[in-house]
């Protein structure tokens, strides 16, 4: 790798926080355990100032790669410039908690919930599969009641955290909220939303491909490999300086105008961050406000939720609607259960039932092919992943471990925020998928 490669590499990082791009050879190691890793056993920024050995700064210290992300997820304003989602001025609804000592019961219960991992013939208990995931908040709601919630590393009940991908699911609601609601018509070419797209192979997709990732784009995704897509995409949306020398695109929809066209729109899913974008610019156009405006008005202002949002933004103002969004534990918890409770939540409708009906259903199975190795032959849509297990399950889902899983049979809403050591959730379901089937099993036997 070329000095000045490594330099835009470096750069990169920081704004490729969806796609886990910075995690680097440290993760492909024996990494620290989850106890050892916490931010406070390893001292990361405490101190006036803190040692030289033990400060996190943008960009030399490639803060997002292991065991530093574990202090840096929930510190992302520190590092890159965000645009708030704001929650307005009202009071927030609080959440429904049982008793102190039902709580504690409970706790104490789950904790105890024994399964088997995936390939697996050894039991572990869902309190090990929290530390083997290196979690940082998990809360679980049953009925509209939570019935667990805990707080690890960086991460305490009035902080918030890195949602990574999960953000992709915020920018796919709002749009189907649109199309639903008549406002945006799926079935436009993207040119016809967004003439500036110009000749990029996004033109000639239809925006229900865009919202499915079923469109054919020139998009890498290969962390391991320096001159990716990925790269040259962080390199543009970057809020820094750009190097000396850099003559490659702008801010995201630069980028996105110069995509070159890979296969045929419509045949395969294939999970490119490139269309979360280019969707966040349709429902941006169509709407008149920027994602966070519209994540705003739509959402956040009405759900009662507790704290602001932030989302990180390119060097043009332009929000990361693949994945710049930070948020509270328990704020997530309330989209939650208003995907859970089909778009009603502290007794009003925020959009209509048919949003949550369409993305539950999930998109065309065939298109998903045989799914991944971890999580079966589910399928993608509106930016949200489908299950298709027996409790009809689908889930908001971002690297390192972040999830937002809605479980429609057991009545379950679960939030999880991790800083896994690798990006990839093919590492973290194995253990994750089947702890939340043994916990929502749990809950429709026991409460």
């Given at each position: 790798?070329?000095?000045?490669?490594?330099?835009?590499?470096?750069?990169?990082?920081?704004?490729?926080?969806?796609?886990?791009?910075?995690?680097?050879?440290?993760?492909?190691?024996?990494?620290?355990?989850?106890?050892?890793?916490?931010?406070?056993?390893?001292?990361?920024?405490?101190?006036?100032?803190?040692?030289?050995?033990?400060?996190?700064?943008?960009?030399?210290?490639?803060?997002?790669?292991?065991?530093?992300?574990?202090?840096?997820?929930?510190?992302?304003?520190?590092?890159?410039?965000?645009?708030?989602?704001?929650?307005?001025?009202?009071?927030?609804?609080?959440?429904?908690?049982?008793?102190?000592?039902?709580?504690?019961?409970?706790?104490?219960?789950?904790?105890?919930?024994?399964?088997?991992?995936?390939?697996?013939?050894?039991?572990?208990?869902?309190?090990?599969?929290?530390?083997?995931?290196?979690?940082?908040?998990?809360?679980?709601?049953?009925?509209?009641?939570?019935?667990?919630?805990?707080?690890?590393?960086?991460?305490?009940?009035?902080?918030?955290?890195a949602?990574?991908?999960?953000?992709?699911?915020?920018?796919?609601?709002l749009?189907?909220?649109?199309?639903?609601?008549?406002?945006?018509?799926d079935?436009?070419?993207?040119?016809?939303?967004?003439?500036?797209?110009?000749?990029?192979?996004?033109?000639?997709?239809?925006?229900?491909?865009?919202?499915?990732?079923?469109?054919?784009?020139?998009?890498?995704?290969?962390?391991?490999?320096?001159?990716?897509?990925?790269?040259?995409?962080?390199?543009?949306?970057?809020?820094l300086?750009?190097?000396?020398?850099?003559?490659?695109?702008?801010?995201?929809?630069?980028?996105?105008?110069?995509?070159?066209?890979?296969?045929?729109?419509?045949?395969?899913?294939?999970?490119?961050?490139?269309?979360?974008?280019?969707?966040?610019?349709?429902?941006?156009?169509?709407?008149?406000?920027?994602?966070?405006?519209?994540?705003?008005?739509?959402?956040?202002?009405?759900?009662?939720?507790?704290?602001?949002?932030?989302?990180?933004?390119?060097?043009?103002?332009?929000?990361?609607?693949?994945?710049?969004?930070?948020?509270?534990?328990?704020?997530?918890?309330?989209?939650?259960?208003?995907?859970?409770?089909?778009?009603?939540?502290?007794?009003?409708?925020?959009?209509?039932?048919?949003?949550?009906?369409?993305i539950?259903?999930?998109?065309?199975?065939?298109?998903?092919?045989?799914?991944?190795?971890?999580?079966?032959a589910?399928?993608?849509?509106?930016?949200?992943?489908?299950?298709?297990?027996?409790?009809?399950?689908?889930?908001?889902?971002?690297?390192?471990?972040?999830?937002?899983?809605?479980?429609?049979?057991?009545?379950?809403v679960?939030?999880?925020?991790?800083?896994?050591?690798?990006?990839?959730?093919?590492f973290?379901?194995?253990?994750?998928?089947?702890?939340?089937?043994?916990?929502?099993?749990f809950?429709?036997?026991?409460?």
């Amino acid at each position: 790798m070329s000095s000045s490669t490594s330099d835009l590499v470096t750069l990169a990082a920081g704004v490729a926080l969806a796609l886990g791009a910075a995690s680097g050879v440290a993760a492909q190691q024996a990494p620290l355990s989850a106890q050892d890793s916490d931010p406070r056993v390893m001292g990361w920024m405490q101190g006036f100032p803190p040692p030289a050995d033990k400060m996190i700064t943008q960009p030399d210290s490639v803060y997002f790669s292991f065991p530093r992300l574990r202090w840096s997820v929930c510190h992302l304003r520190e590092f890159l410039p965000t645009e708030e989602i704001s929650r307005g001025v009202g009071a927030p609804v609080p959440l429904d908690y049982p008793s102190p000592a039902k709580f504690a019961e409970l706790r104490a219960q789950i904790d105890a919930v024994t399964f088997l991992p995936q390939n697996s013939d050894q039991p572990m208990t869902w309190e090990e599969s929290l530390f083997a995931n290196y979690t940082d908040g998990m809360l679980i709601l049953h009925k509209g009641q939570v019935v667990y919630e805990r707080y690890f590393g960086c991460l305490e009940e009035d902080g918030k955290h890195a949602i990574m991908s999960m953000t992709k699911s915020f920018t796919g609601l709002l749009a189907e909220i649109m199309v639903v609601e008549g406002t945006l018509d799926d079935t436009l070419l993207v040119r016809d939303v967004i003439p500036e797209i110009g000749d990029s192979a996004f033109a000639s997709a239809t925006v229900r491909q865009v919202m499915d990732m079923t469109t054919g784009v020139k998009y890498s995704e290969n962390y391991s490999d320096p001159n990716a897509d990925i790269w040259l995409y962080s390199a543009a949306a970057s809020p820094l300086p750009k190097p000396e020398g850099y003559d490659g695109p702008d801010g995201y929809w630069e980028y996105l105008q110069q995509v070159q066209p890979e296969g045929n729109h419509g045949d395969e899913f294939h999970y490119k961050t490139i269309n979360s974008d280019m969707l966040g610019w349709i429902i941006s156009r169509v709407s008149g406000k920027p994602v966070t405006d519209l994540a705003s008005e739509r959402l956040w202002r009405r759900m009662g939720v507790e704290q602001d949002a932030y989302q990180t933004v390119d060097g043009k103002g332009v929000p990361f609607a693949g994945g710049g969004i930070t948020a509270g534990l328990r704020d997530l918890g309330r989209l939650g259960q208003l995907m859970l409770d089909r778009g009603e939540l502290n007794g009003e409708r925020l959009f209509p039932a048919e949003v949550v009906e369409k993305i539950s259903a999930g998109g065309d199975r065939s298109k998903f092919g045989d799914g991944f190795p971890t999580f079966g032959a589910g399928s993608y849509t509106s930016q949200w992943w489908v299950l298709h297990n027996d409790h009809g399950a689908f889930a908001a889902r971002g690297v390192h471990g972040q999830t937002i899983y809605v479980d429609p049979t057991a009545e379950m809403v679960l939030v999880r925020l991790a800083s896994f050591p690798q990006a990839q959730n093919g590492f973290i379901d194995p253990t994750s998928l089947p702890a939340y089937q043994a916990v929502a099993e749990f809950l429709m036997a026991n409460n």
